[in-house]
């Protein structure tokens, strides 16, 4: 995997194929690896670059010194961007569905469309006074913080895969992926600054960019919250409901997922943005 080196950072990332580039951004614990089914869908139209975000791969690890907040993260989107030197669709999963979204909205100029994927702003059920559905990742970030600190990381791996996942999920995985699990987890200590984010419902709607969002209407309460909360104020957005696809359908129903990625990107070629210029 090729590794940049910029403003004193390491930024992992893979690329594949030749064309249009398109930037993947993971969810907390899989780290780049999970876009492996996806690369092979796009590769053959488009310029894959799926970037290791902050203590995944050989990307630098967060210091701790202070918090971590999506504008970090969104900057080794950004170092890609400035890479191919021209707009770029970006498609993101749970936390990095809030990784790409801030990224579009720090950037909207370099940022052709955007492919969210029951993306976790949880910042903004605060913000909406949705209180029941923001204590839950309330919650869940306080748990990972208090074992996360006593290094009791199996602890944290019950408790993360319970919520995401279902009861039971770390003990029902073969030996080798809980392992992973476990140790895929330890950069999301640091993630929950993403709940202090001040962006709001009002910046995400001024977004000039071609947006679609995929989500399980029967997924945890505050991704479909969230979800709710997008669909009422970006009624230009694109919507697409996958029931029984779960928080990680892009793991687990590929075969679901992908088509309706590649489809939402082919369109580009032909959509208008909201100012009815060519994208």
């Known amino acids: ?12 990332y893979l690329e594949e194929g030749q064309g249009v580039p398109v930037i993947l951004i993971h969810s907390s614990v899989s780290g780049n690896r999970q876009w492996k089914s996806l690369t092979g869908s796009l ?10 975000l902050m203590g995944y791969g050989k990307t630098t690890s967060w210091s701790g010194q202070r918090t971590l907040s999506l504008s970090d993260q969104a900057q080794l989107v950004l170092v890609l961007q400035e890479m191919v030197a021209q707009k770029v669709h970006l498609v993101g999963h749970s936390y990095g569905g809030s990784v790409a979204l801030k990224a579009a909205m720090s950037f909207p100029e370099k940022t052709k469309s955007l492919i969210l994927l029951e993306p976790n702003p949880f910042y903004l059920l605060r913000q909406n006074h949705r209180m029941e559905a923001y204590r839950e990742p309330l919650k869940l970030s306080e748990m990972v913080r208090y074992h996360g600190s006593r290094q009791e990381w199996n602890r944290v791996a019950e408790i993360f895969a319970d919520y995401w996942i279902g009861q039971g999920a770390l003990n029902k995985m ?3 992926r809980r392992h992973a699990f476990i140790e895929g987890l330890k ?8 709940l202090e984010e001040e962006s709001t419902l009002e ?6 960019v071609r947006t679609l969002l995929i989500y399980d209407p029967k997924t945890v309460r505050s991704i479909l919250e969230i979800s709710e909360l997008l669909e009422v104020a970006c009624p230009h957005w694109q919507f697409e409901k996958v029931t029984g ?16 990625i590649r489809d ?4 580009s070629f032909k959509e208008h943005d909201v100012e009815g210029n060519l994208i």
Do not use: C, R
């Open 43 to 52: 590769k053959d139209k488009y310029q894959v670059l799926a970037v290791n």
């Open 264 to 267: 939402f990107l082919d369109a």
């Open 203 to 208: 910046d995400i709607q001024s977004l000039p």
């Open 174 to 176: 073969p030996e080798n």
């Open 187 to 194: 950069p999301n200590f640091y993630e929950w600054g993403s």
């Open 1 to 12: 995997m090729p590794v940049l080196e910029k403003n004193g950072l390491q930024i992992d």
């Open 245 to 260: 696809a779960g928080h990680n359908a892009p793991l687990t129903h590929p075969e679901w997922i992908n088509p309706m």
